[in-house]
T-cell receptor, first 116, second 110 residues
């Protein structure tokens, strides 16, 4: 069964450094998403991406965040200058983009980002 | 804005039935999801309700009342592997943006 994959599974970085989290969505999916979950807290929407542009973003997704689809398979989240409070599990998801109300999002296993 | 309320923790016995309630207030409403999340893992999709009523899928059922802003997830014949967090989530005015509740941590005892 096709699945969303994410690399690395765990990333440790120092405050102020740039990180890039990588995702490979399911191949025929058209919508891509990033969510984050700070330890012990709820899953939070960051951004959705369709047709090579951001379709929606939350207030969390400020100027230090960016997303890119650099080729036909990868979808990346870049954090420009990491802060301690960016430590979280970051989940990538993808969906077919059926255009209807129900468009199941398939989640990847997550990347645990630790900022020291 | 959106607000989703569900109990923080619940405990149930193996083989029994448990109902996890969720109430929500959203600006715009498209549908309601239930996800299961084991510790350290990604959420996995359980159910989606857009119309009022009960959706049954094996041991799991989900109910929605749009007029009351209320849903529940019913788990039957509980198994130890059902110990997990159960996340109530909604899509509001945008169908592509899922807003999650804080989750209900369900513990199953033998």
């Amino acid at each position: 069964e096709p699945e969303v994959t994410q690399t690395p599974s765990h990333q440790v970085t120092q405050m102020g450094q740039e990180v890039i989290l990588r995702c490979v969505p399911i191949s025929n999916h058209l919508y891509f998403y990033w969510y984050r979950q700070i330890l012990g807290q709820k899953v939070e929407f960051l951004v959705s991406f369709y047709n090579n542009e951001i379709s929606e973003k939350s207030e969390i997704f400020d100027d230090q965040f960016s997303v890119e689809r650099p080729d036909g398979s990868n979808f990346t989240l870049k954090i420009r200058s990491t802060k301690l409070e960016d430590s979280a599990m970051y989940f990538c998801a993808s969906s077919l983009g059926t255009g209807g109300l129900f468009d199941e999002q398939y989640f990847g296993p997550g990347t645990r980002l630790t900022v020291t | 804005g959106q607000n989703i309320d569900q109990p923080t923790e619940m405990t149930a016995t193996e083989g029994a039935i448990v109902q996890i309630n969720c109430t929500y207030q959203t600006s715009g409403f498209n549908g309601l999801f239930w996800y299961q999340q084991h510790a350290g893992e990604a959420p996995t999709f359980l159910s989606y309700n857009v119309l009022d009523g009960l959706e049954e899928k094996g041991r799991f059922s989900s109910f929605l009342s749009r007029s009351k802003g209320y849903s529940y997830l019913l788990l039957k014949e509980l198994q130890m592997k059902d110990s997990a967090s159960y996340l109530c989530a909604v899509t509001g005015s945008s169908a592509s943006k899922i807003i999650f509740g804080s989750g209900t941590r369900l513990s199953i005892r033998p």
